[in-house]
């Protein structure tokens, strides 16, 4: 892997995003793709997935497998992180994204929190870096994700046309991962294949922005117990602690 240093700069000041190669192996990345499908099957079933249209969403990973947990924490990708947001960032969001065959663009956009704020967007501090993980094989045809390179140093709301004209489709090998800025403009593709496409998103902010996702979403009390103290921070589990201490009563109650 290239120096942090690069990756950094690469990300801030360069064209805003950085593809980091085998960094899950083939094994892991195929577990998490499976683990995948099979919840939101079984949340399909129970009417508890977000579907828009051809695409779905599934949310509260870091409780439903040990190797979301695993992915969460990545040292590779937490150091990076650290090193843009400091070292007492937390985790704003941890969800599997699923375009089904057949799946349109989700539409040009900037990151949580920016697309909340007015423009222009502050250049300083950086309130947002996202990860994709790309737990197979990225391609052109399957949706892989679209970036106009530069556009963070831009500090504005996506310009569709000069996005349509600019951007560059990021495609990688299963267990690859994508980090950027949070002001990079970005997309999906369309997935003109007849498979899935599965990515995992992580959305690291500073400790001041409120997370996208609810951190309590589908807690369980046993994956708490195990956490390492970088997972309790990434959770803002100091400032919950109570709240998940409320949920295991109650549900000991009931």
């Known amino acids: 892997m290239k120096e942090v240093a690069s990756l950094v700069d ?50 509260g990973l870091i409780y439903k497998g040990e190797i979301f947990e695993l992915m969460v924490q990545h040292p590779t990708i937490i150091e990076i992180i650290e090193t843009i947001l400091g070292n007492d960032m937390t985790l704003g969001g941890f969800s599997a994204h699923i375009l089904n065959p057949g799946a349109t663009n989700m539409g040009v956009h900037v990151d949580y929190p920016y697309w909340t704020m007015k423009p222009p967007f502050p250049t300083y501090p950086i309130m947002e870096v996202q990860v994709i993980w790309m737990v197979e094989d990225f391609k052109e045809e399957n949706g892989a994700p679209l970036f106009t390179p530069g556009s963070q140093k831009l500090c504005s709301p996506p310009d569709s046309v000069y996005f349509s004209k600019t ?10 991962v994508v980090v950027s800025h949070g002001l990079c403009w970005h997309d999906t593709s369309v997935n003109a294949t007849e498979k899935p496409r599965v990515s995992i998103l992580g959305n690291y902010g500073p400790k001041f922005v409120r997370p996208l996702e609810d ?24 400032f919950k602690s109570a709240l998940f201490k409320d949920i295991q009563r109650i549900r000991s109650q009931g």
């Open 10 to 59: 690469e990300i801030i000041q360069g064209k805003g995003y950085v593809l980091i190669p085998e960094v899950l192996s083939a094994e892991q990345a195929q577990e998490a793709r499976s683990l995948v499908l099979k919840l939101a099957q079984e949340e399909r079933q129970q009417g508890k997935l977000l579907i828009d249209g051809d695409k779905e969403r599934l949310y």
């Open 167 to 176: 951007a560059e489709k990021v495609t990688g090998k299963a267990g690859s």
């Open 215 to 238: 951190p309590l979403h589908d807690v369980r009390q046993e994956v708490l117990e195990r956490a390492t103290p970088k997972l309790k921070q990434l959770l803002g589990y100091e």
